[in-house]
């Protein structure tokens, strides 16, 4: 140990994939060749970004599991087949294996495709088969209907391709080269922001440090391997601390003993960084910032970000509560919006207390934009919050107001089934 809170060293390794049995002909492999992954260490399942492994390996995360046996996969497991996908538009290729999702296998080659929960229950990662088929996987009826599956649609977190593919996606990027890490943290506050919201603040190992794009989150794992996600709040400037915005769920798992039991000094375990949830700086588009509850968290760190490095780009934040209280951080997006030009501030509350004596805008938040915004067809449109008001935003945002479906960016705050 080199410091109080333990050191972890970081491997990074270039993914890498092996053929086991025979080369490949060409870019896929013809059916009955066997092919495995091997030496994953460094290659993070969700983000496909390089990732650096816990060397102690202590705390694998469940995800560390599945690639600690990828090594043996070849010996183990049956065939497996290997199948070219086709991204439109663009034609951008790469392959896919029969058991690993077309998200993670688009990460591992270095391409994102926007995604949230990586657990089929958000629709992030929502997009249609034009050729092909697809195993849905663990897709979860709410996120992806039978309807959906009937038009071509699925969840690249979950799906599997059974043949060659063409699929849409119109917001594929390239990755870049953060690293994610699987890190200890030690606590080094806790804030009540409001009687359901705490402010934790997570400080790194002096040697450490976590890059991020501002708007991404994080995996606490648990010491039973599950796992939390939180957005990070803050921006990527101070890469040793980090800040969570924690709503109480009541009876929650991980929440309630943030609530009860937890306090300053003790350390927690997370994996990071996560999630397509970040500004699109090749776009100059005007743009709204759509925040409910600790929803404003990513907005924080994005509006943060952006300010920090002199982005003249307009930026609307709508922040949706039920009650004055629930505005936790209300003077900070206030400020931004006194000192800063670009930047315009409307709070909305669906619930306003008697005693707030309310005199701001009231009712749904993505109603408010509508109000404001009845074309957003110029814009790009940034939301974080519950799953059901970024479903109806989404929705209402490109049927009436003619916002491009591409244009639309969102981390939906699902919660775990274990
Ligand atoms: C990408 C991502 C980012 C997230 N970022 C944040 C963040 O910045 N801040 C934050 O506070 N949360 C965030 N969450 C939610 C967070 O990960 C947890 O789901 C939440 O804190 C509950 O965890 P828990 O262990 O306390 O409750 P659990 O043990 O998971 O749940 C306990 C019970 O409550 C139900 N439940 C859980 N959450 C809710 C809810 N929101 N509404 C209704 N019922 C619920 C569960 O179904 C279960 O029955 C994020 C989620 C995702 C996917
Ligand atoms: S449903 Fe695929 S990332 Fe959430």
Redesign the pocket.
């Known amino acids: 140990m080199q410091n109080d809170i333990g050191q972890t060293a970081q491997t990074i390794q270039t993914p890498r994939i092996v053929e086991v049995g025979q080369h490949r002909d060409g870019p896929r492999c013809p059916p009955g060749i066997r092919l495995g992954r091997i030496a994953q260490q460094g290659v993070d399942p969700g983000t496909g970004n390089k990732s650096g492994k816990d060397a102690a390996g202590d705390v694998p995360a469940a995800d560390d599991q599945d690639f600690l046996h990828a090594g043996i996969v070849a010996d183990d497991i049956g065939e497996l087949m290997s199948y070219q996908v086709t991204v439109q538009p663009g034609g951008r290729q790469f392959v896919a294996e029969s058991d690993e999702t077309l998200l993670d296998a688009a990460l591992r080659q270095g391409l994102i495709i926007p995604y949230?929960?990586k657990?089929g229950?958000?629709g992030a990662c929502k997009g249609k088969v034009l050729a092909g088929s697809v195993d849905h996987g663990r897709a979860q009826a709410h996120a992806l209907s039978d309807r959906e599956k009937a038009e071509g649609m699925t969840l690249y977190c979950c799906a599997t391709a059974q043949s060659d593919l063409s699929i849409e996606c119109r917001q594929m990027t390239s990755a870049t080269d953060i690293p994610v890490k699987t890190l200890p943290s030690r606590i080094e506050k806790l804030e009540k922001l409001a009687p359901d919201?705490i402010e934790m603040h997570l400080r790194l190992p002096a040697s450490e440090k976590l890059q991020f794009h501002a708007g991404q989150?994080i995996d606490i794992l648990?010491k039973d391997g599950?796992k939390?996600?939180?957005?990070l709040?803050n921006a990527p400037g101070d890469d040793n601390l980090l800040q969570?915005?924690?709503?109480?769920?009541?009876?929650?798992?991980?929440?309630?003993q943030?609530f009860s039991t937890m306090k300053v000094r003790d350390i927690l375990r997370f994996n990071g960084p996560?999630?397509g949830?970040f500004l699109r700086e090749e776009s100059s588009k005007p743009v709204i910032l759509l925040a409910g509850?600790?929803?404003f968290?990513?907005i924080k760190s994005i509006v943060e970000q952006a300010l920090a490095q002199g982005n003249p780009r307009s930026m609307h934040i709508y922040w949706g509560a039920k009650a004055r209280v629930d505005l936790y951080q209300h003077a900070l997006p206030e400020a931004w919006a006194a000192q800063h030009p670009q930047v315009h501030y409307v709070p909305v509350l669906s619930e306003p207390a008697a005693d707030d004596h309310w005199q701001g805008r009231t009712g749904f938040v993505h109603q408010a934009v509508m109000a404001d915004f009845p074309d957003l067809s110029g814009h790009q449109v940034y939301a974080c919050g519950?799953p059901a008001m970024i479903d109806v935003a989404r929705k209402d945002f490109v049927s009436v107001c003619q916002l491009p479906e591409e244009e639309f960016f969102a981390?939906?705050?699902?919660?775990?089934?274990?």
């Open positions: 949230g929960c657990d229950a958000c919201v989150y648990l599950r939390r996600s939180f957005s709040a969570l915005h924690i709503r109480h769920v009541p009876g929650g798992v991980f929440t309630e943030v996560h999630g949830f509850g600790t929803g968290a990513p519950s981390d939906a705050f699902t919660f775990s089934a274990t």
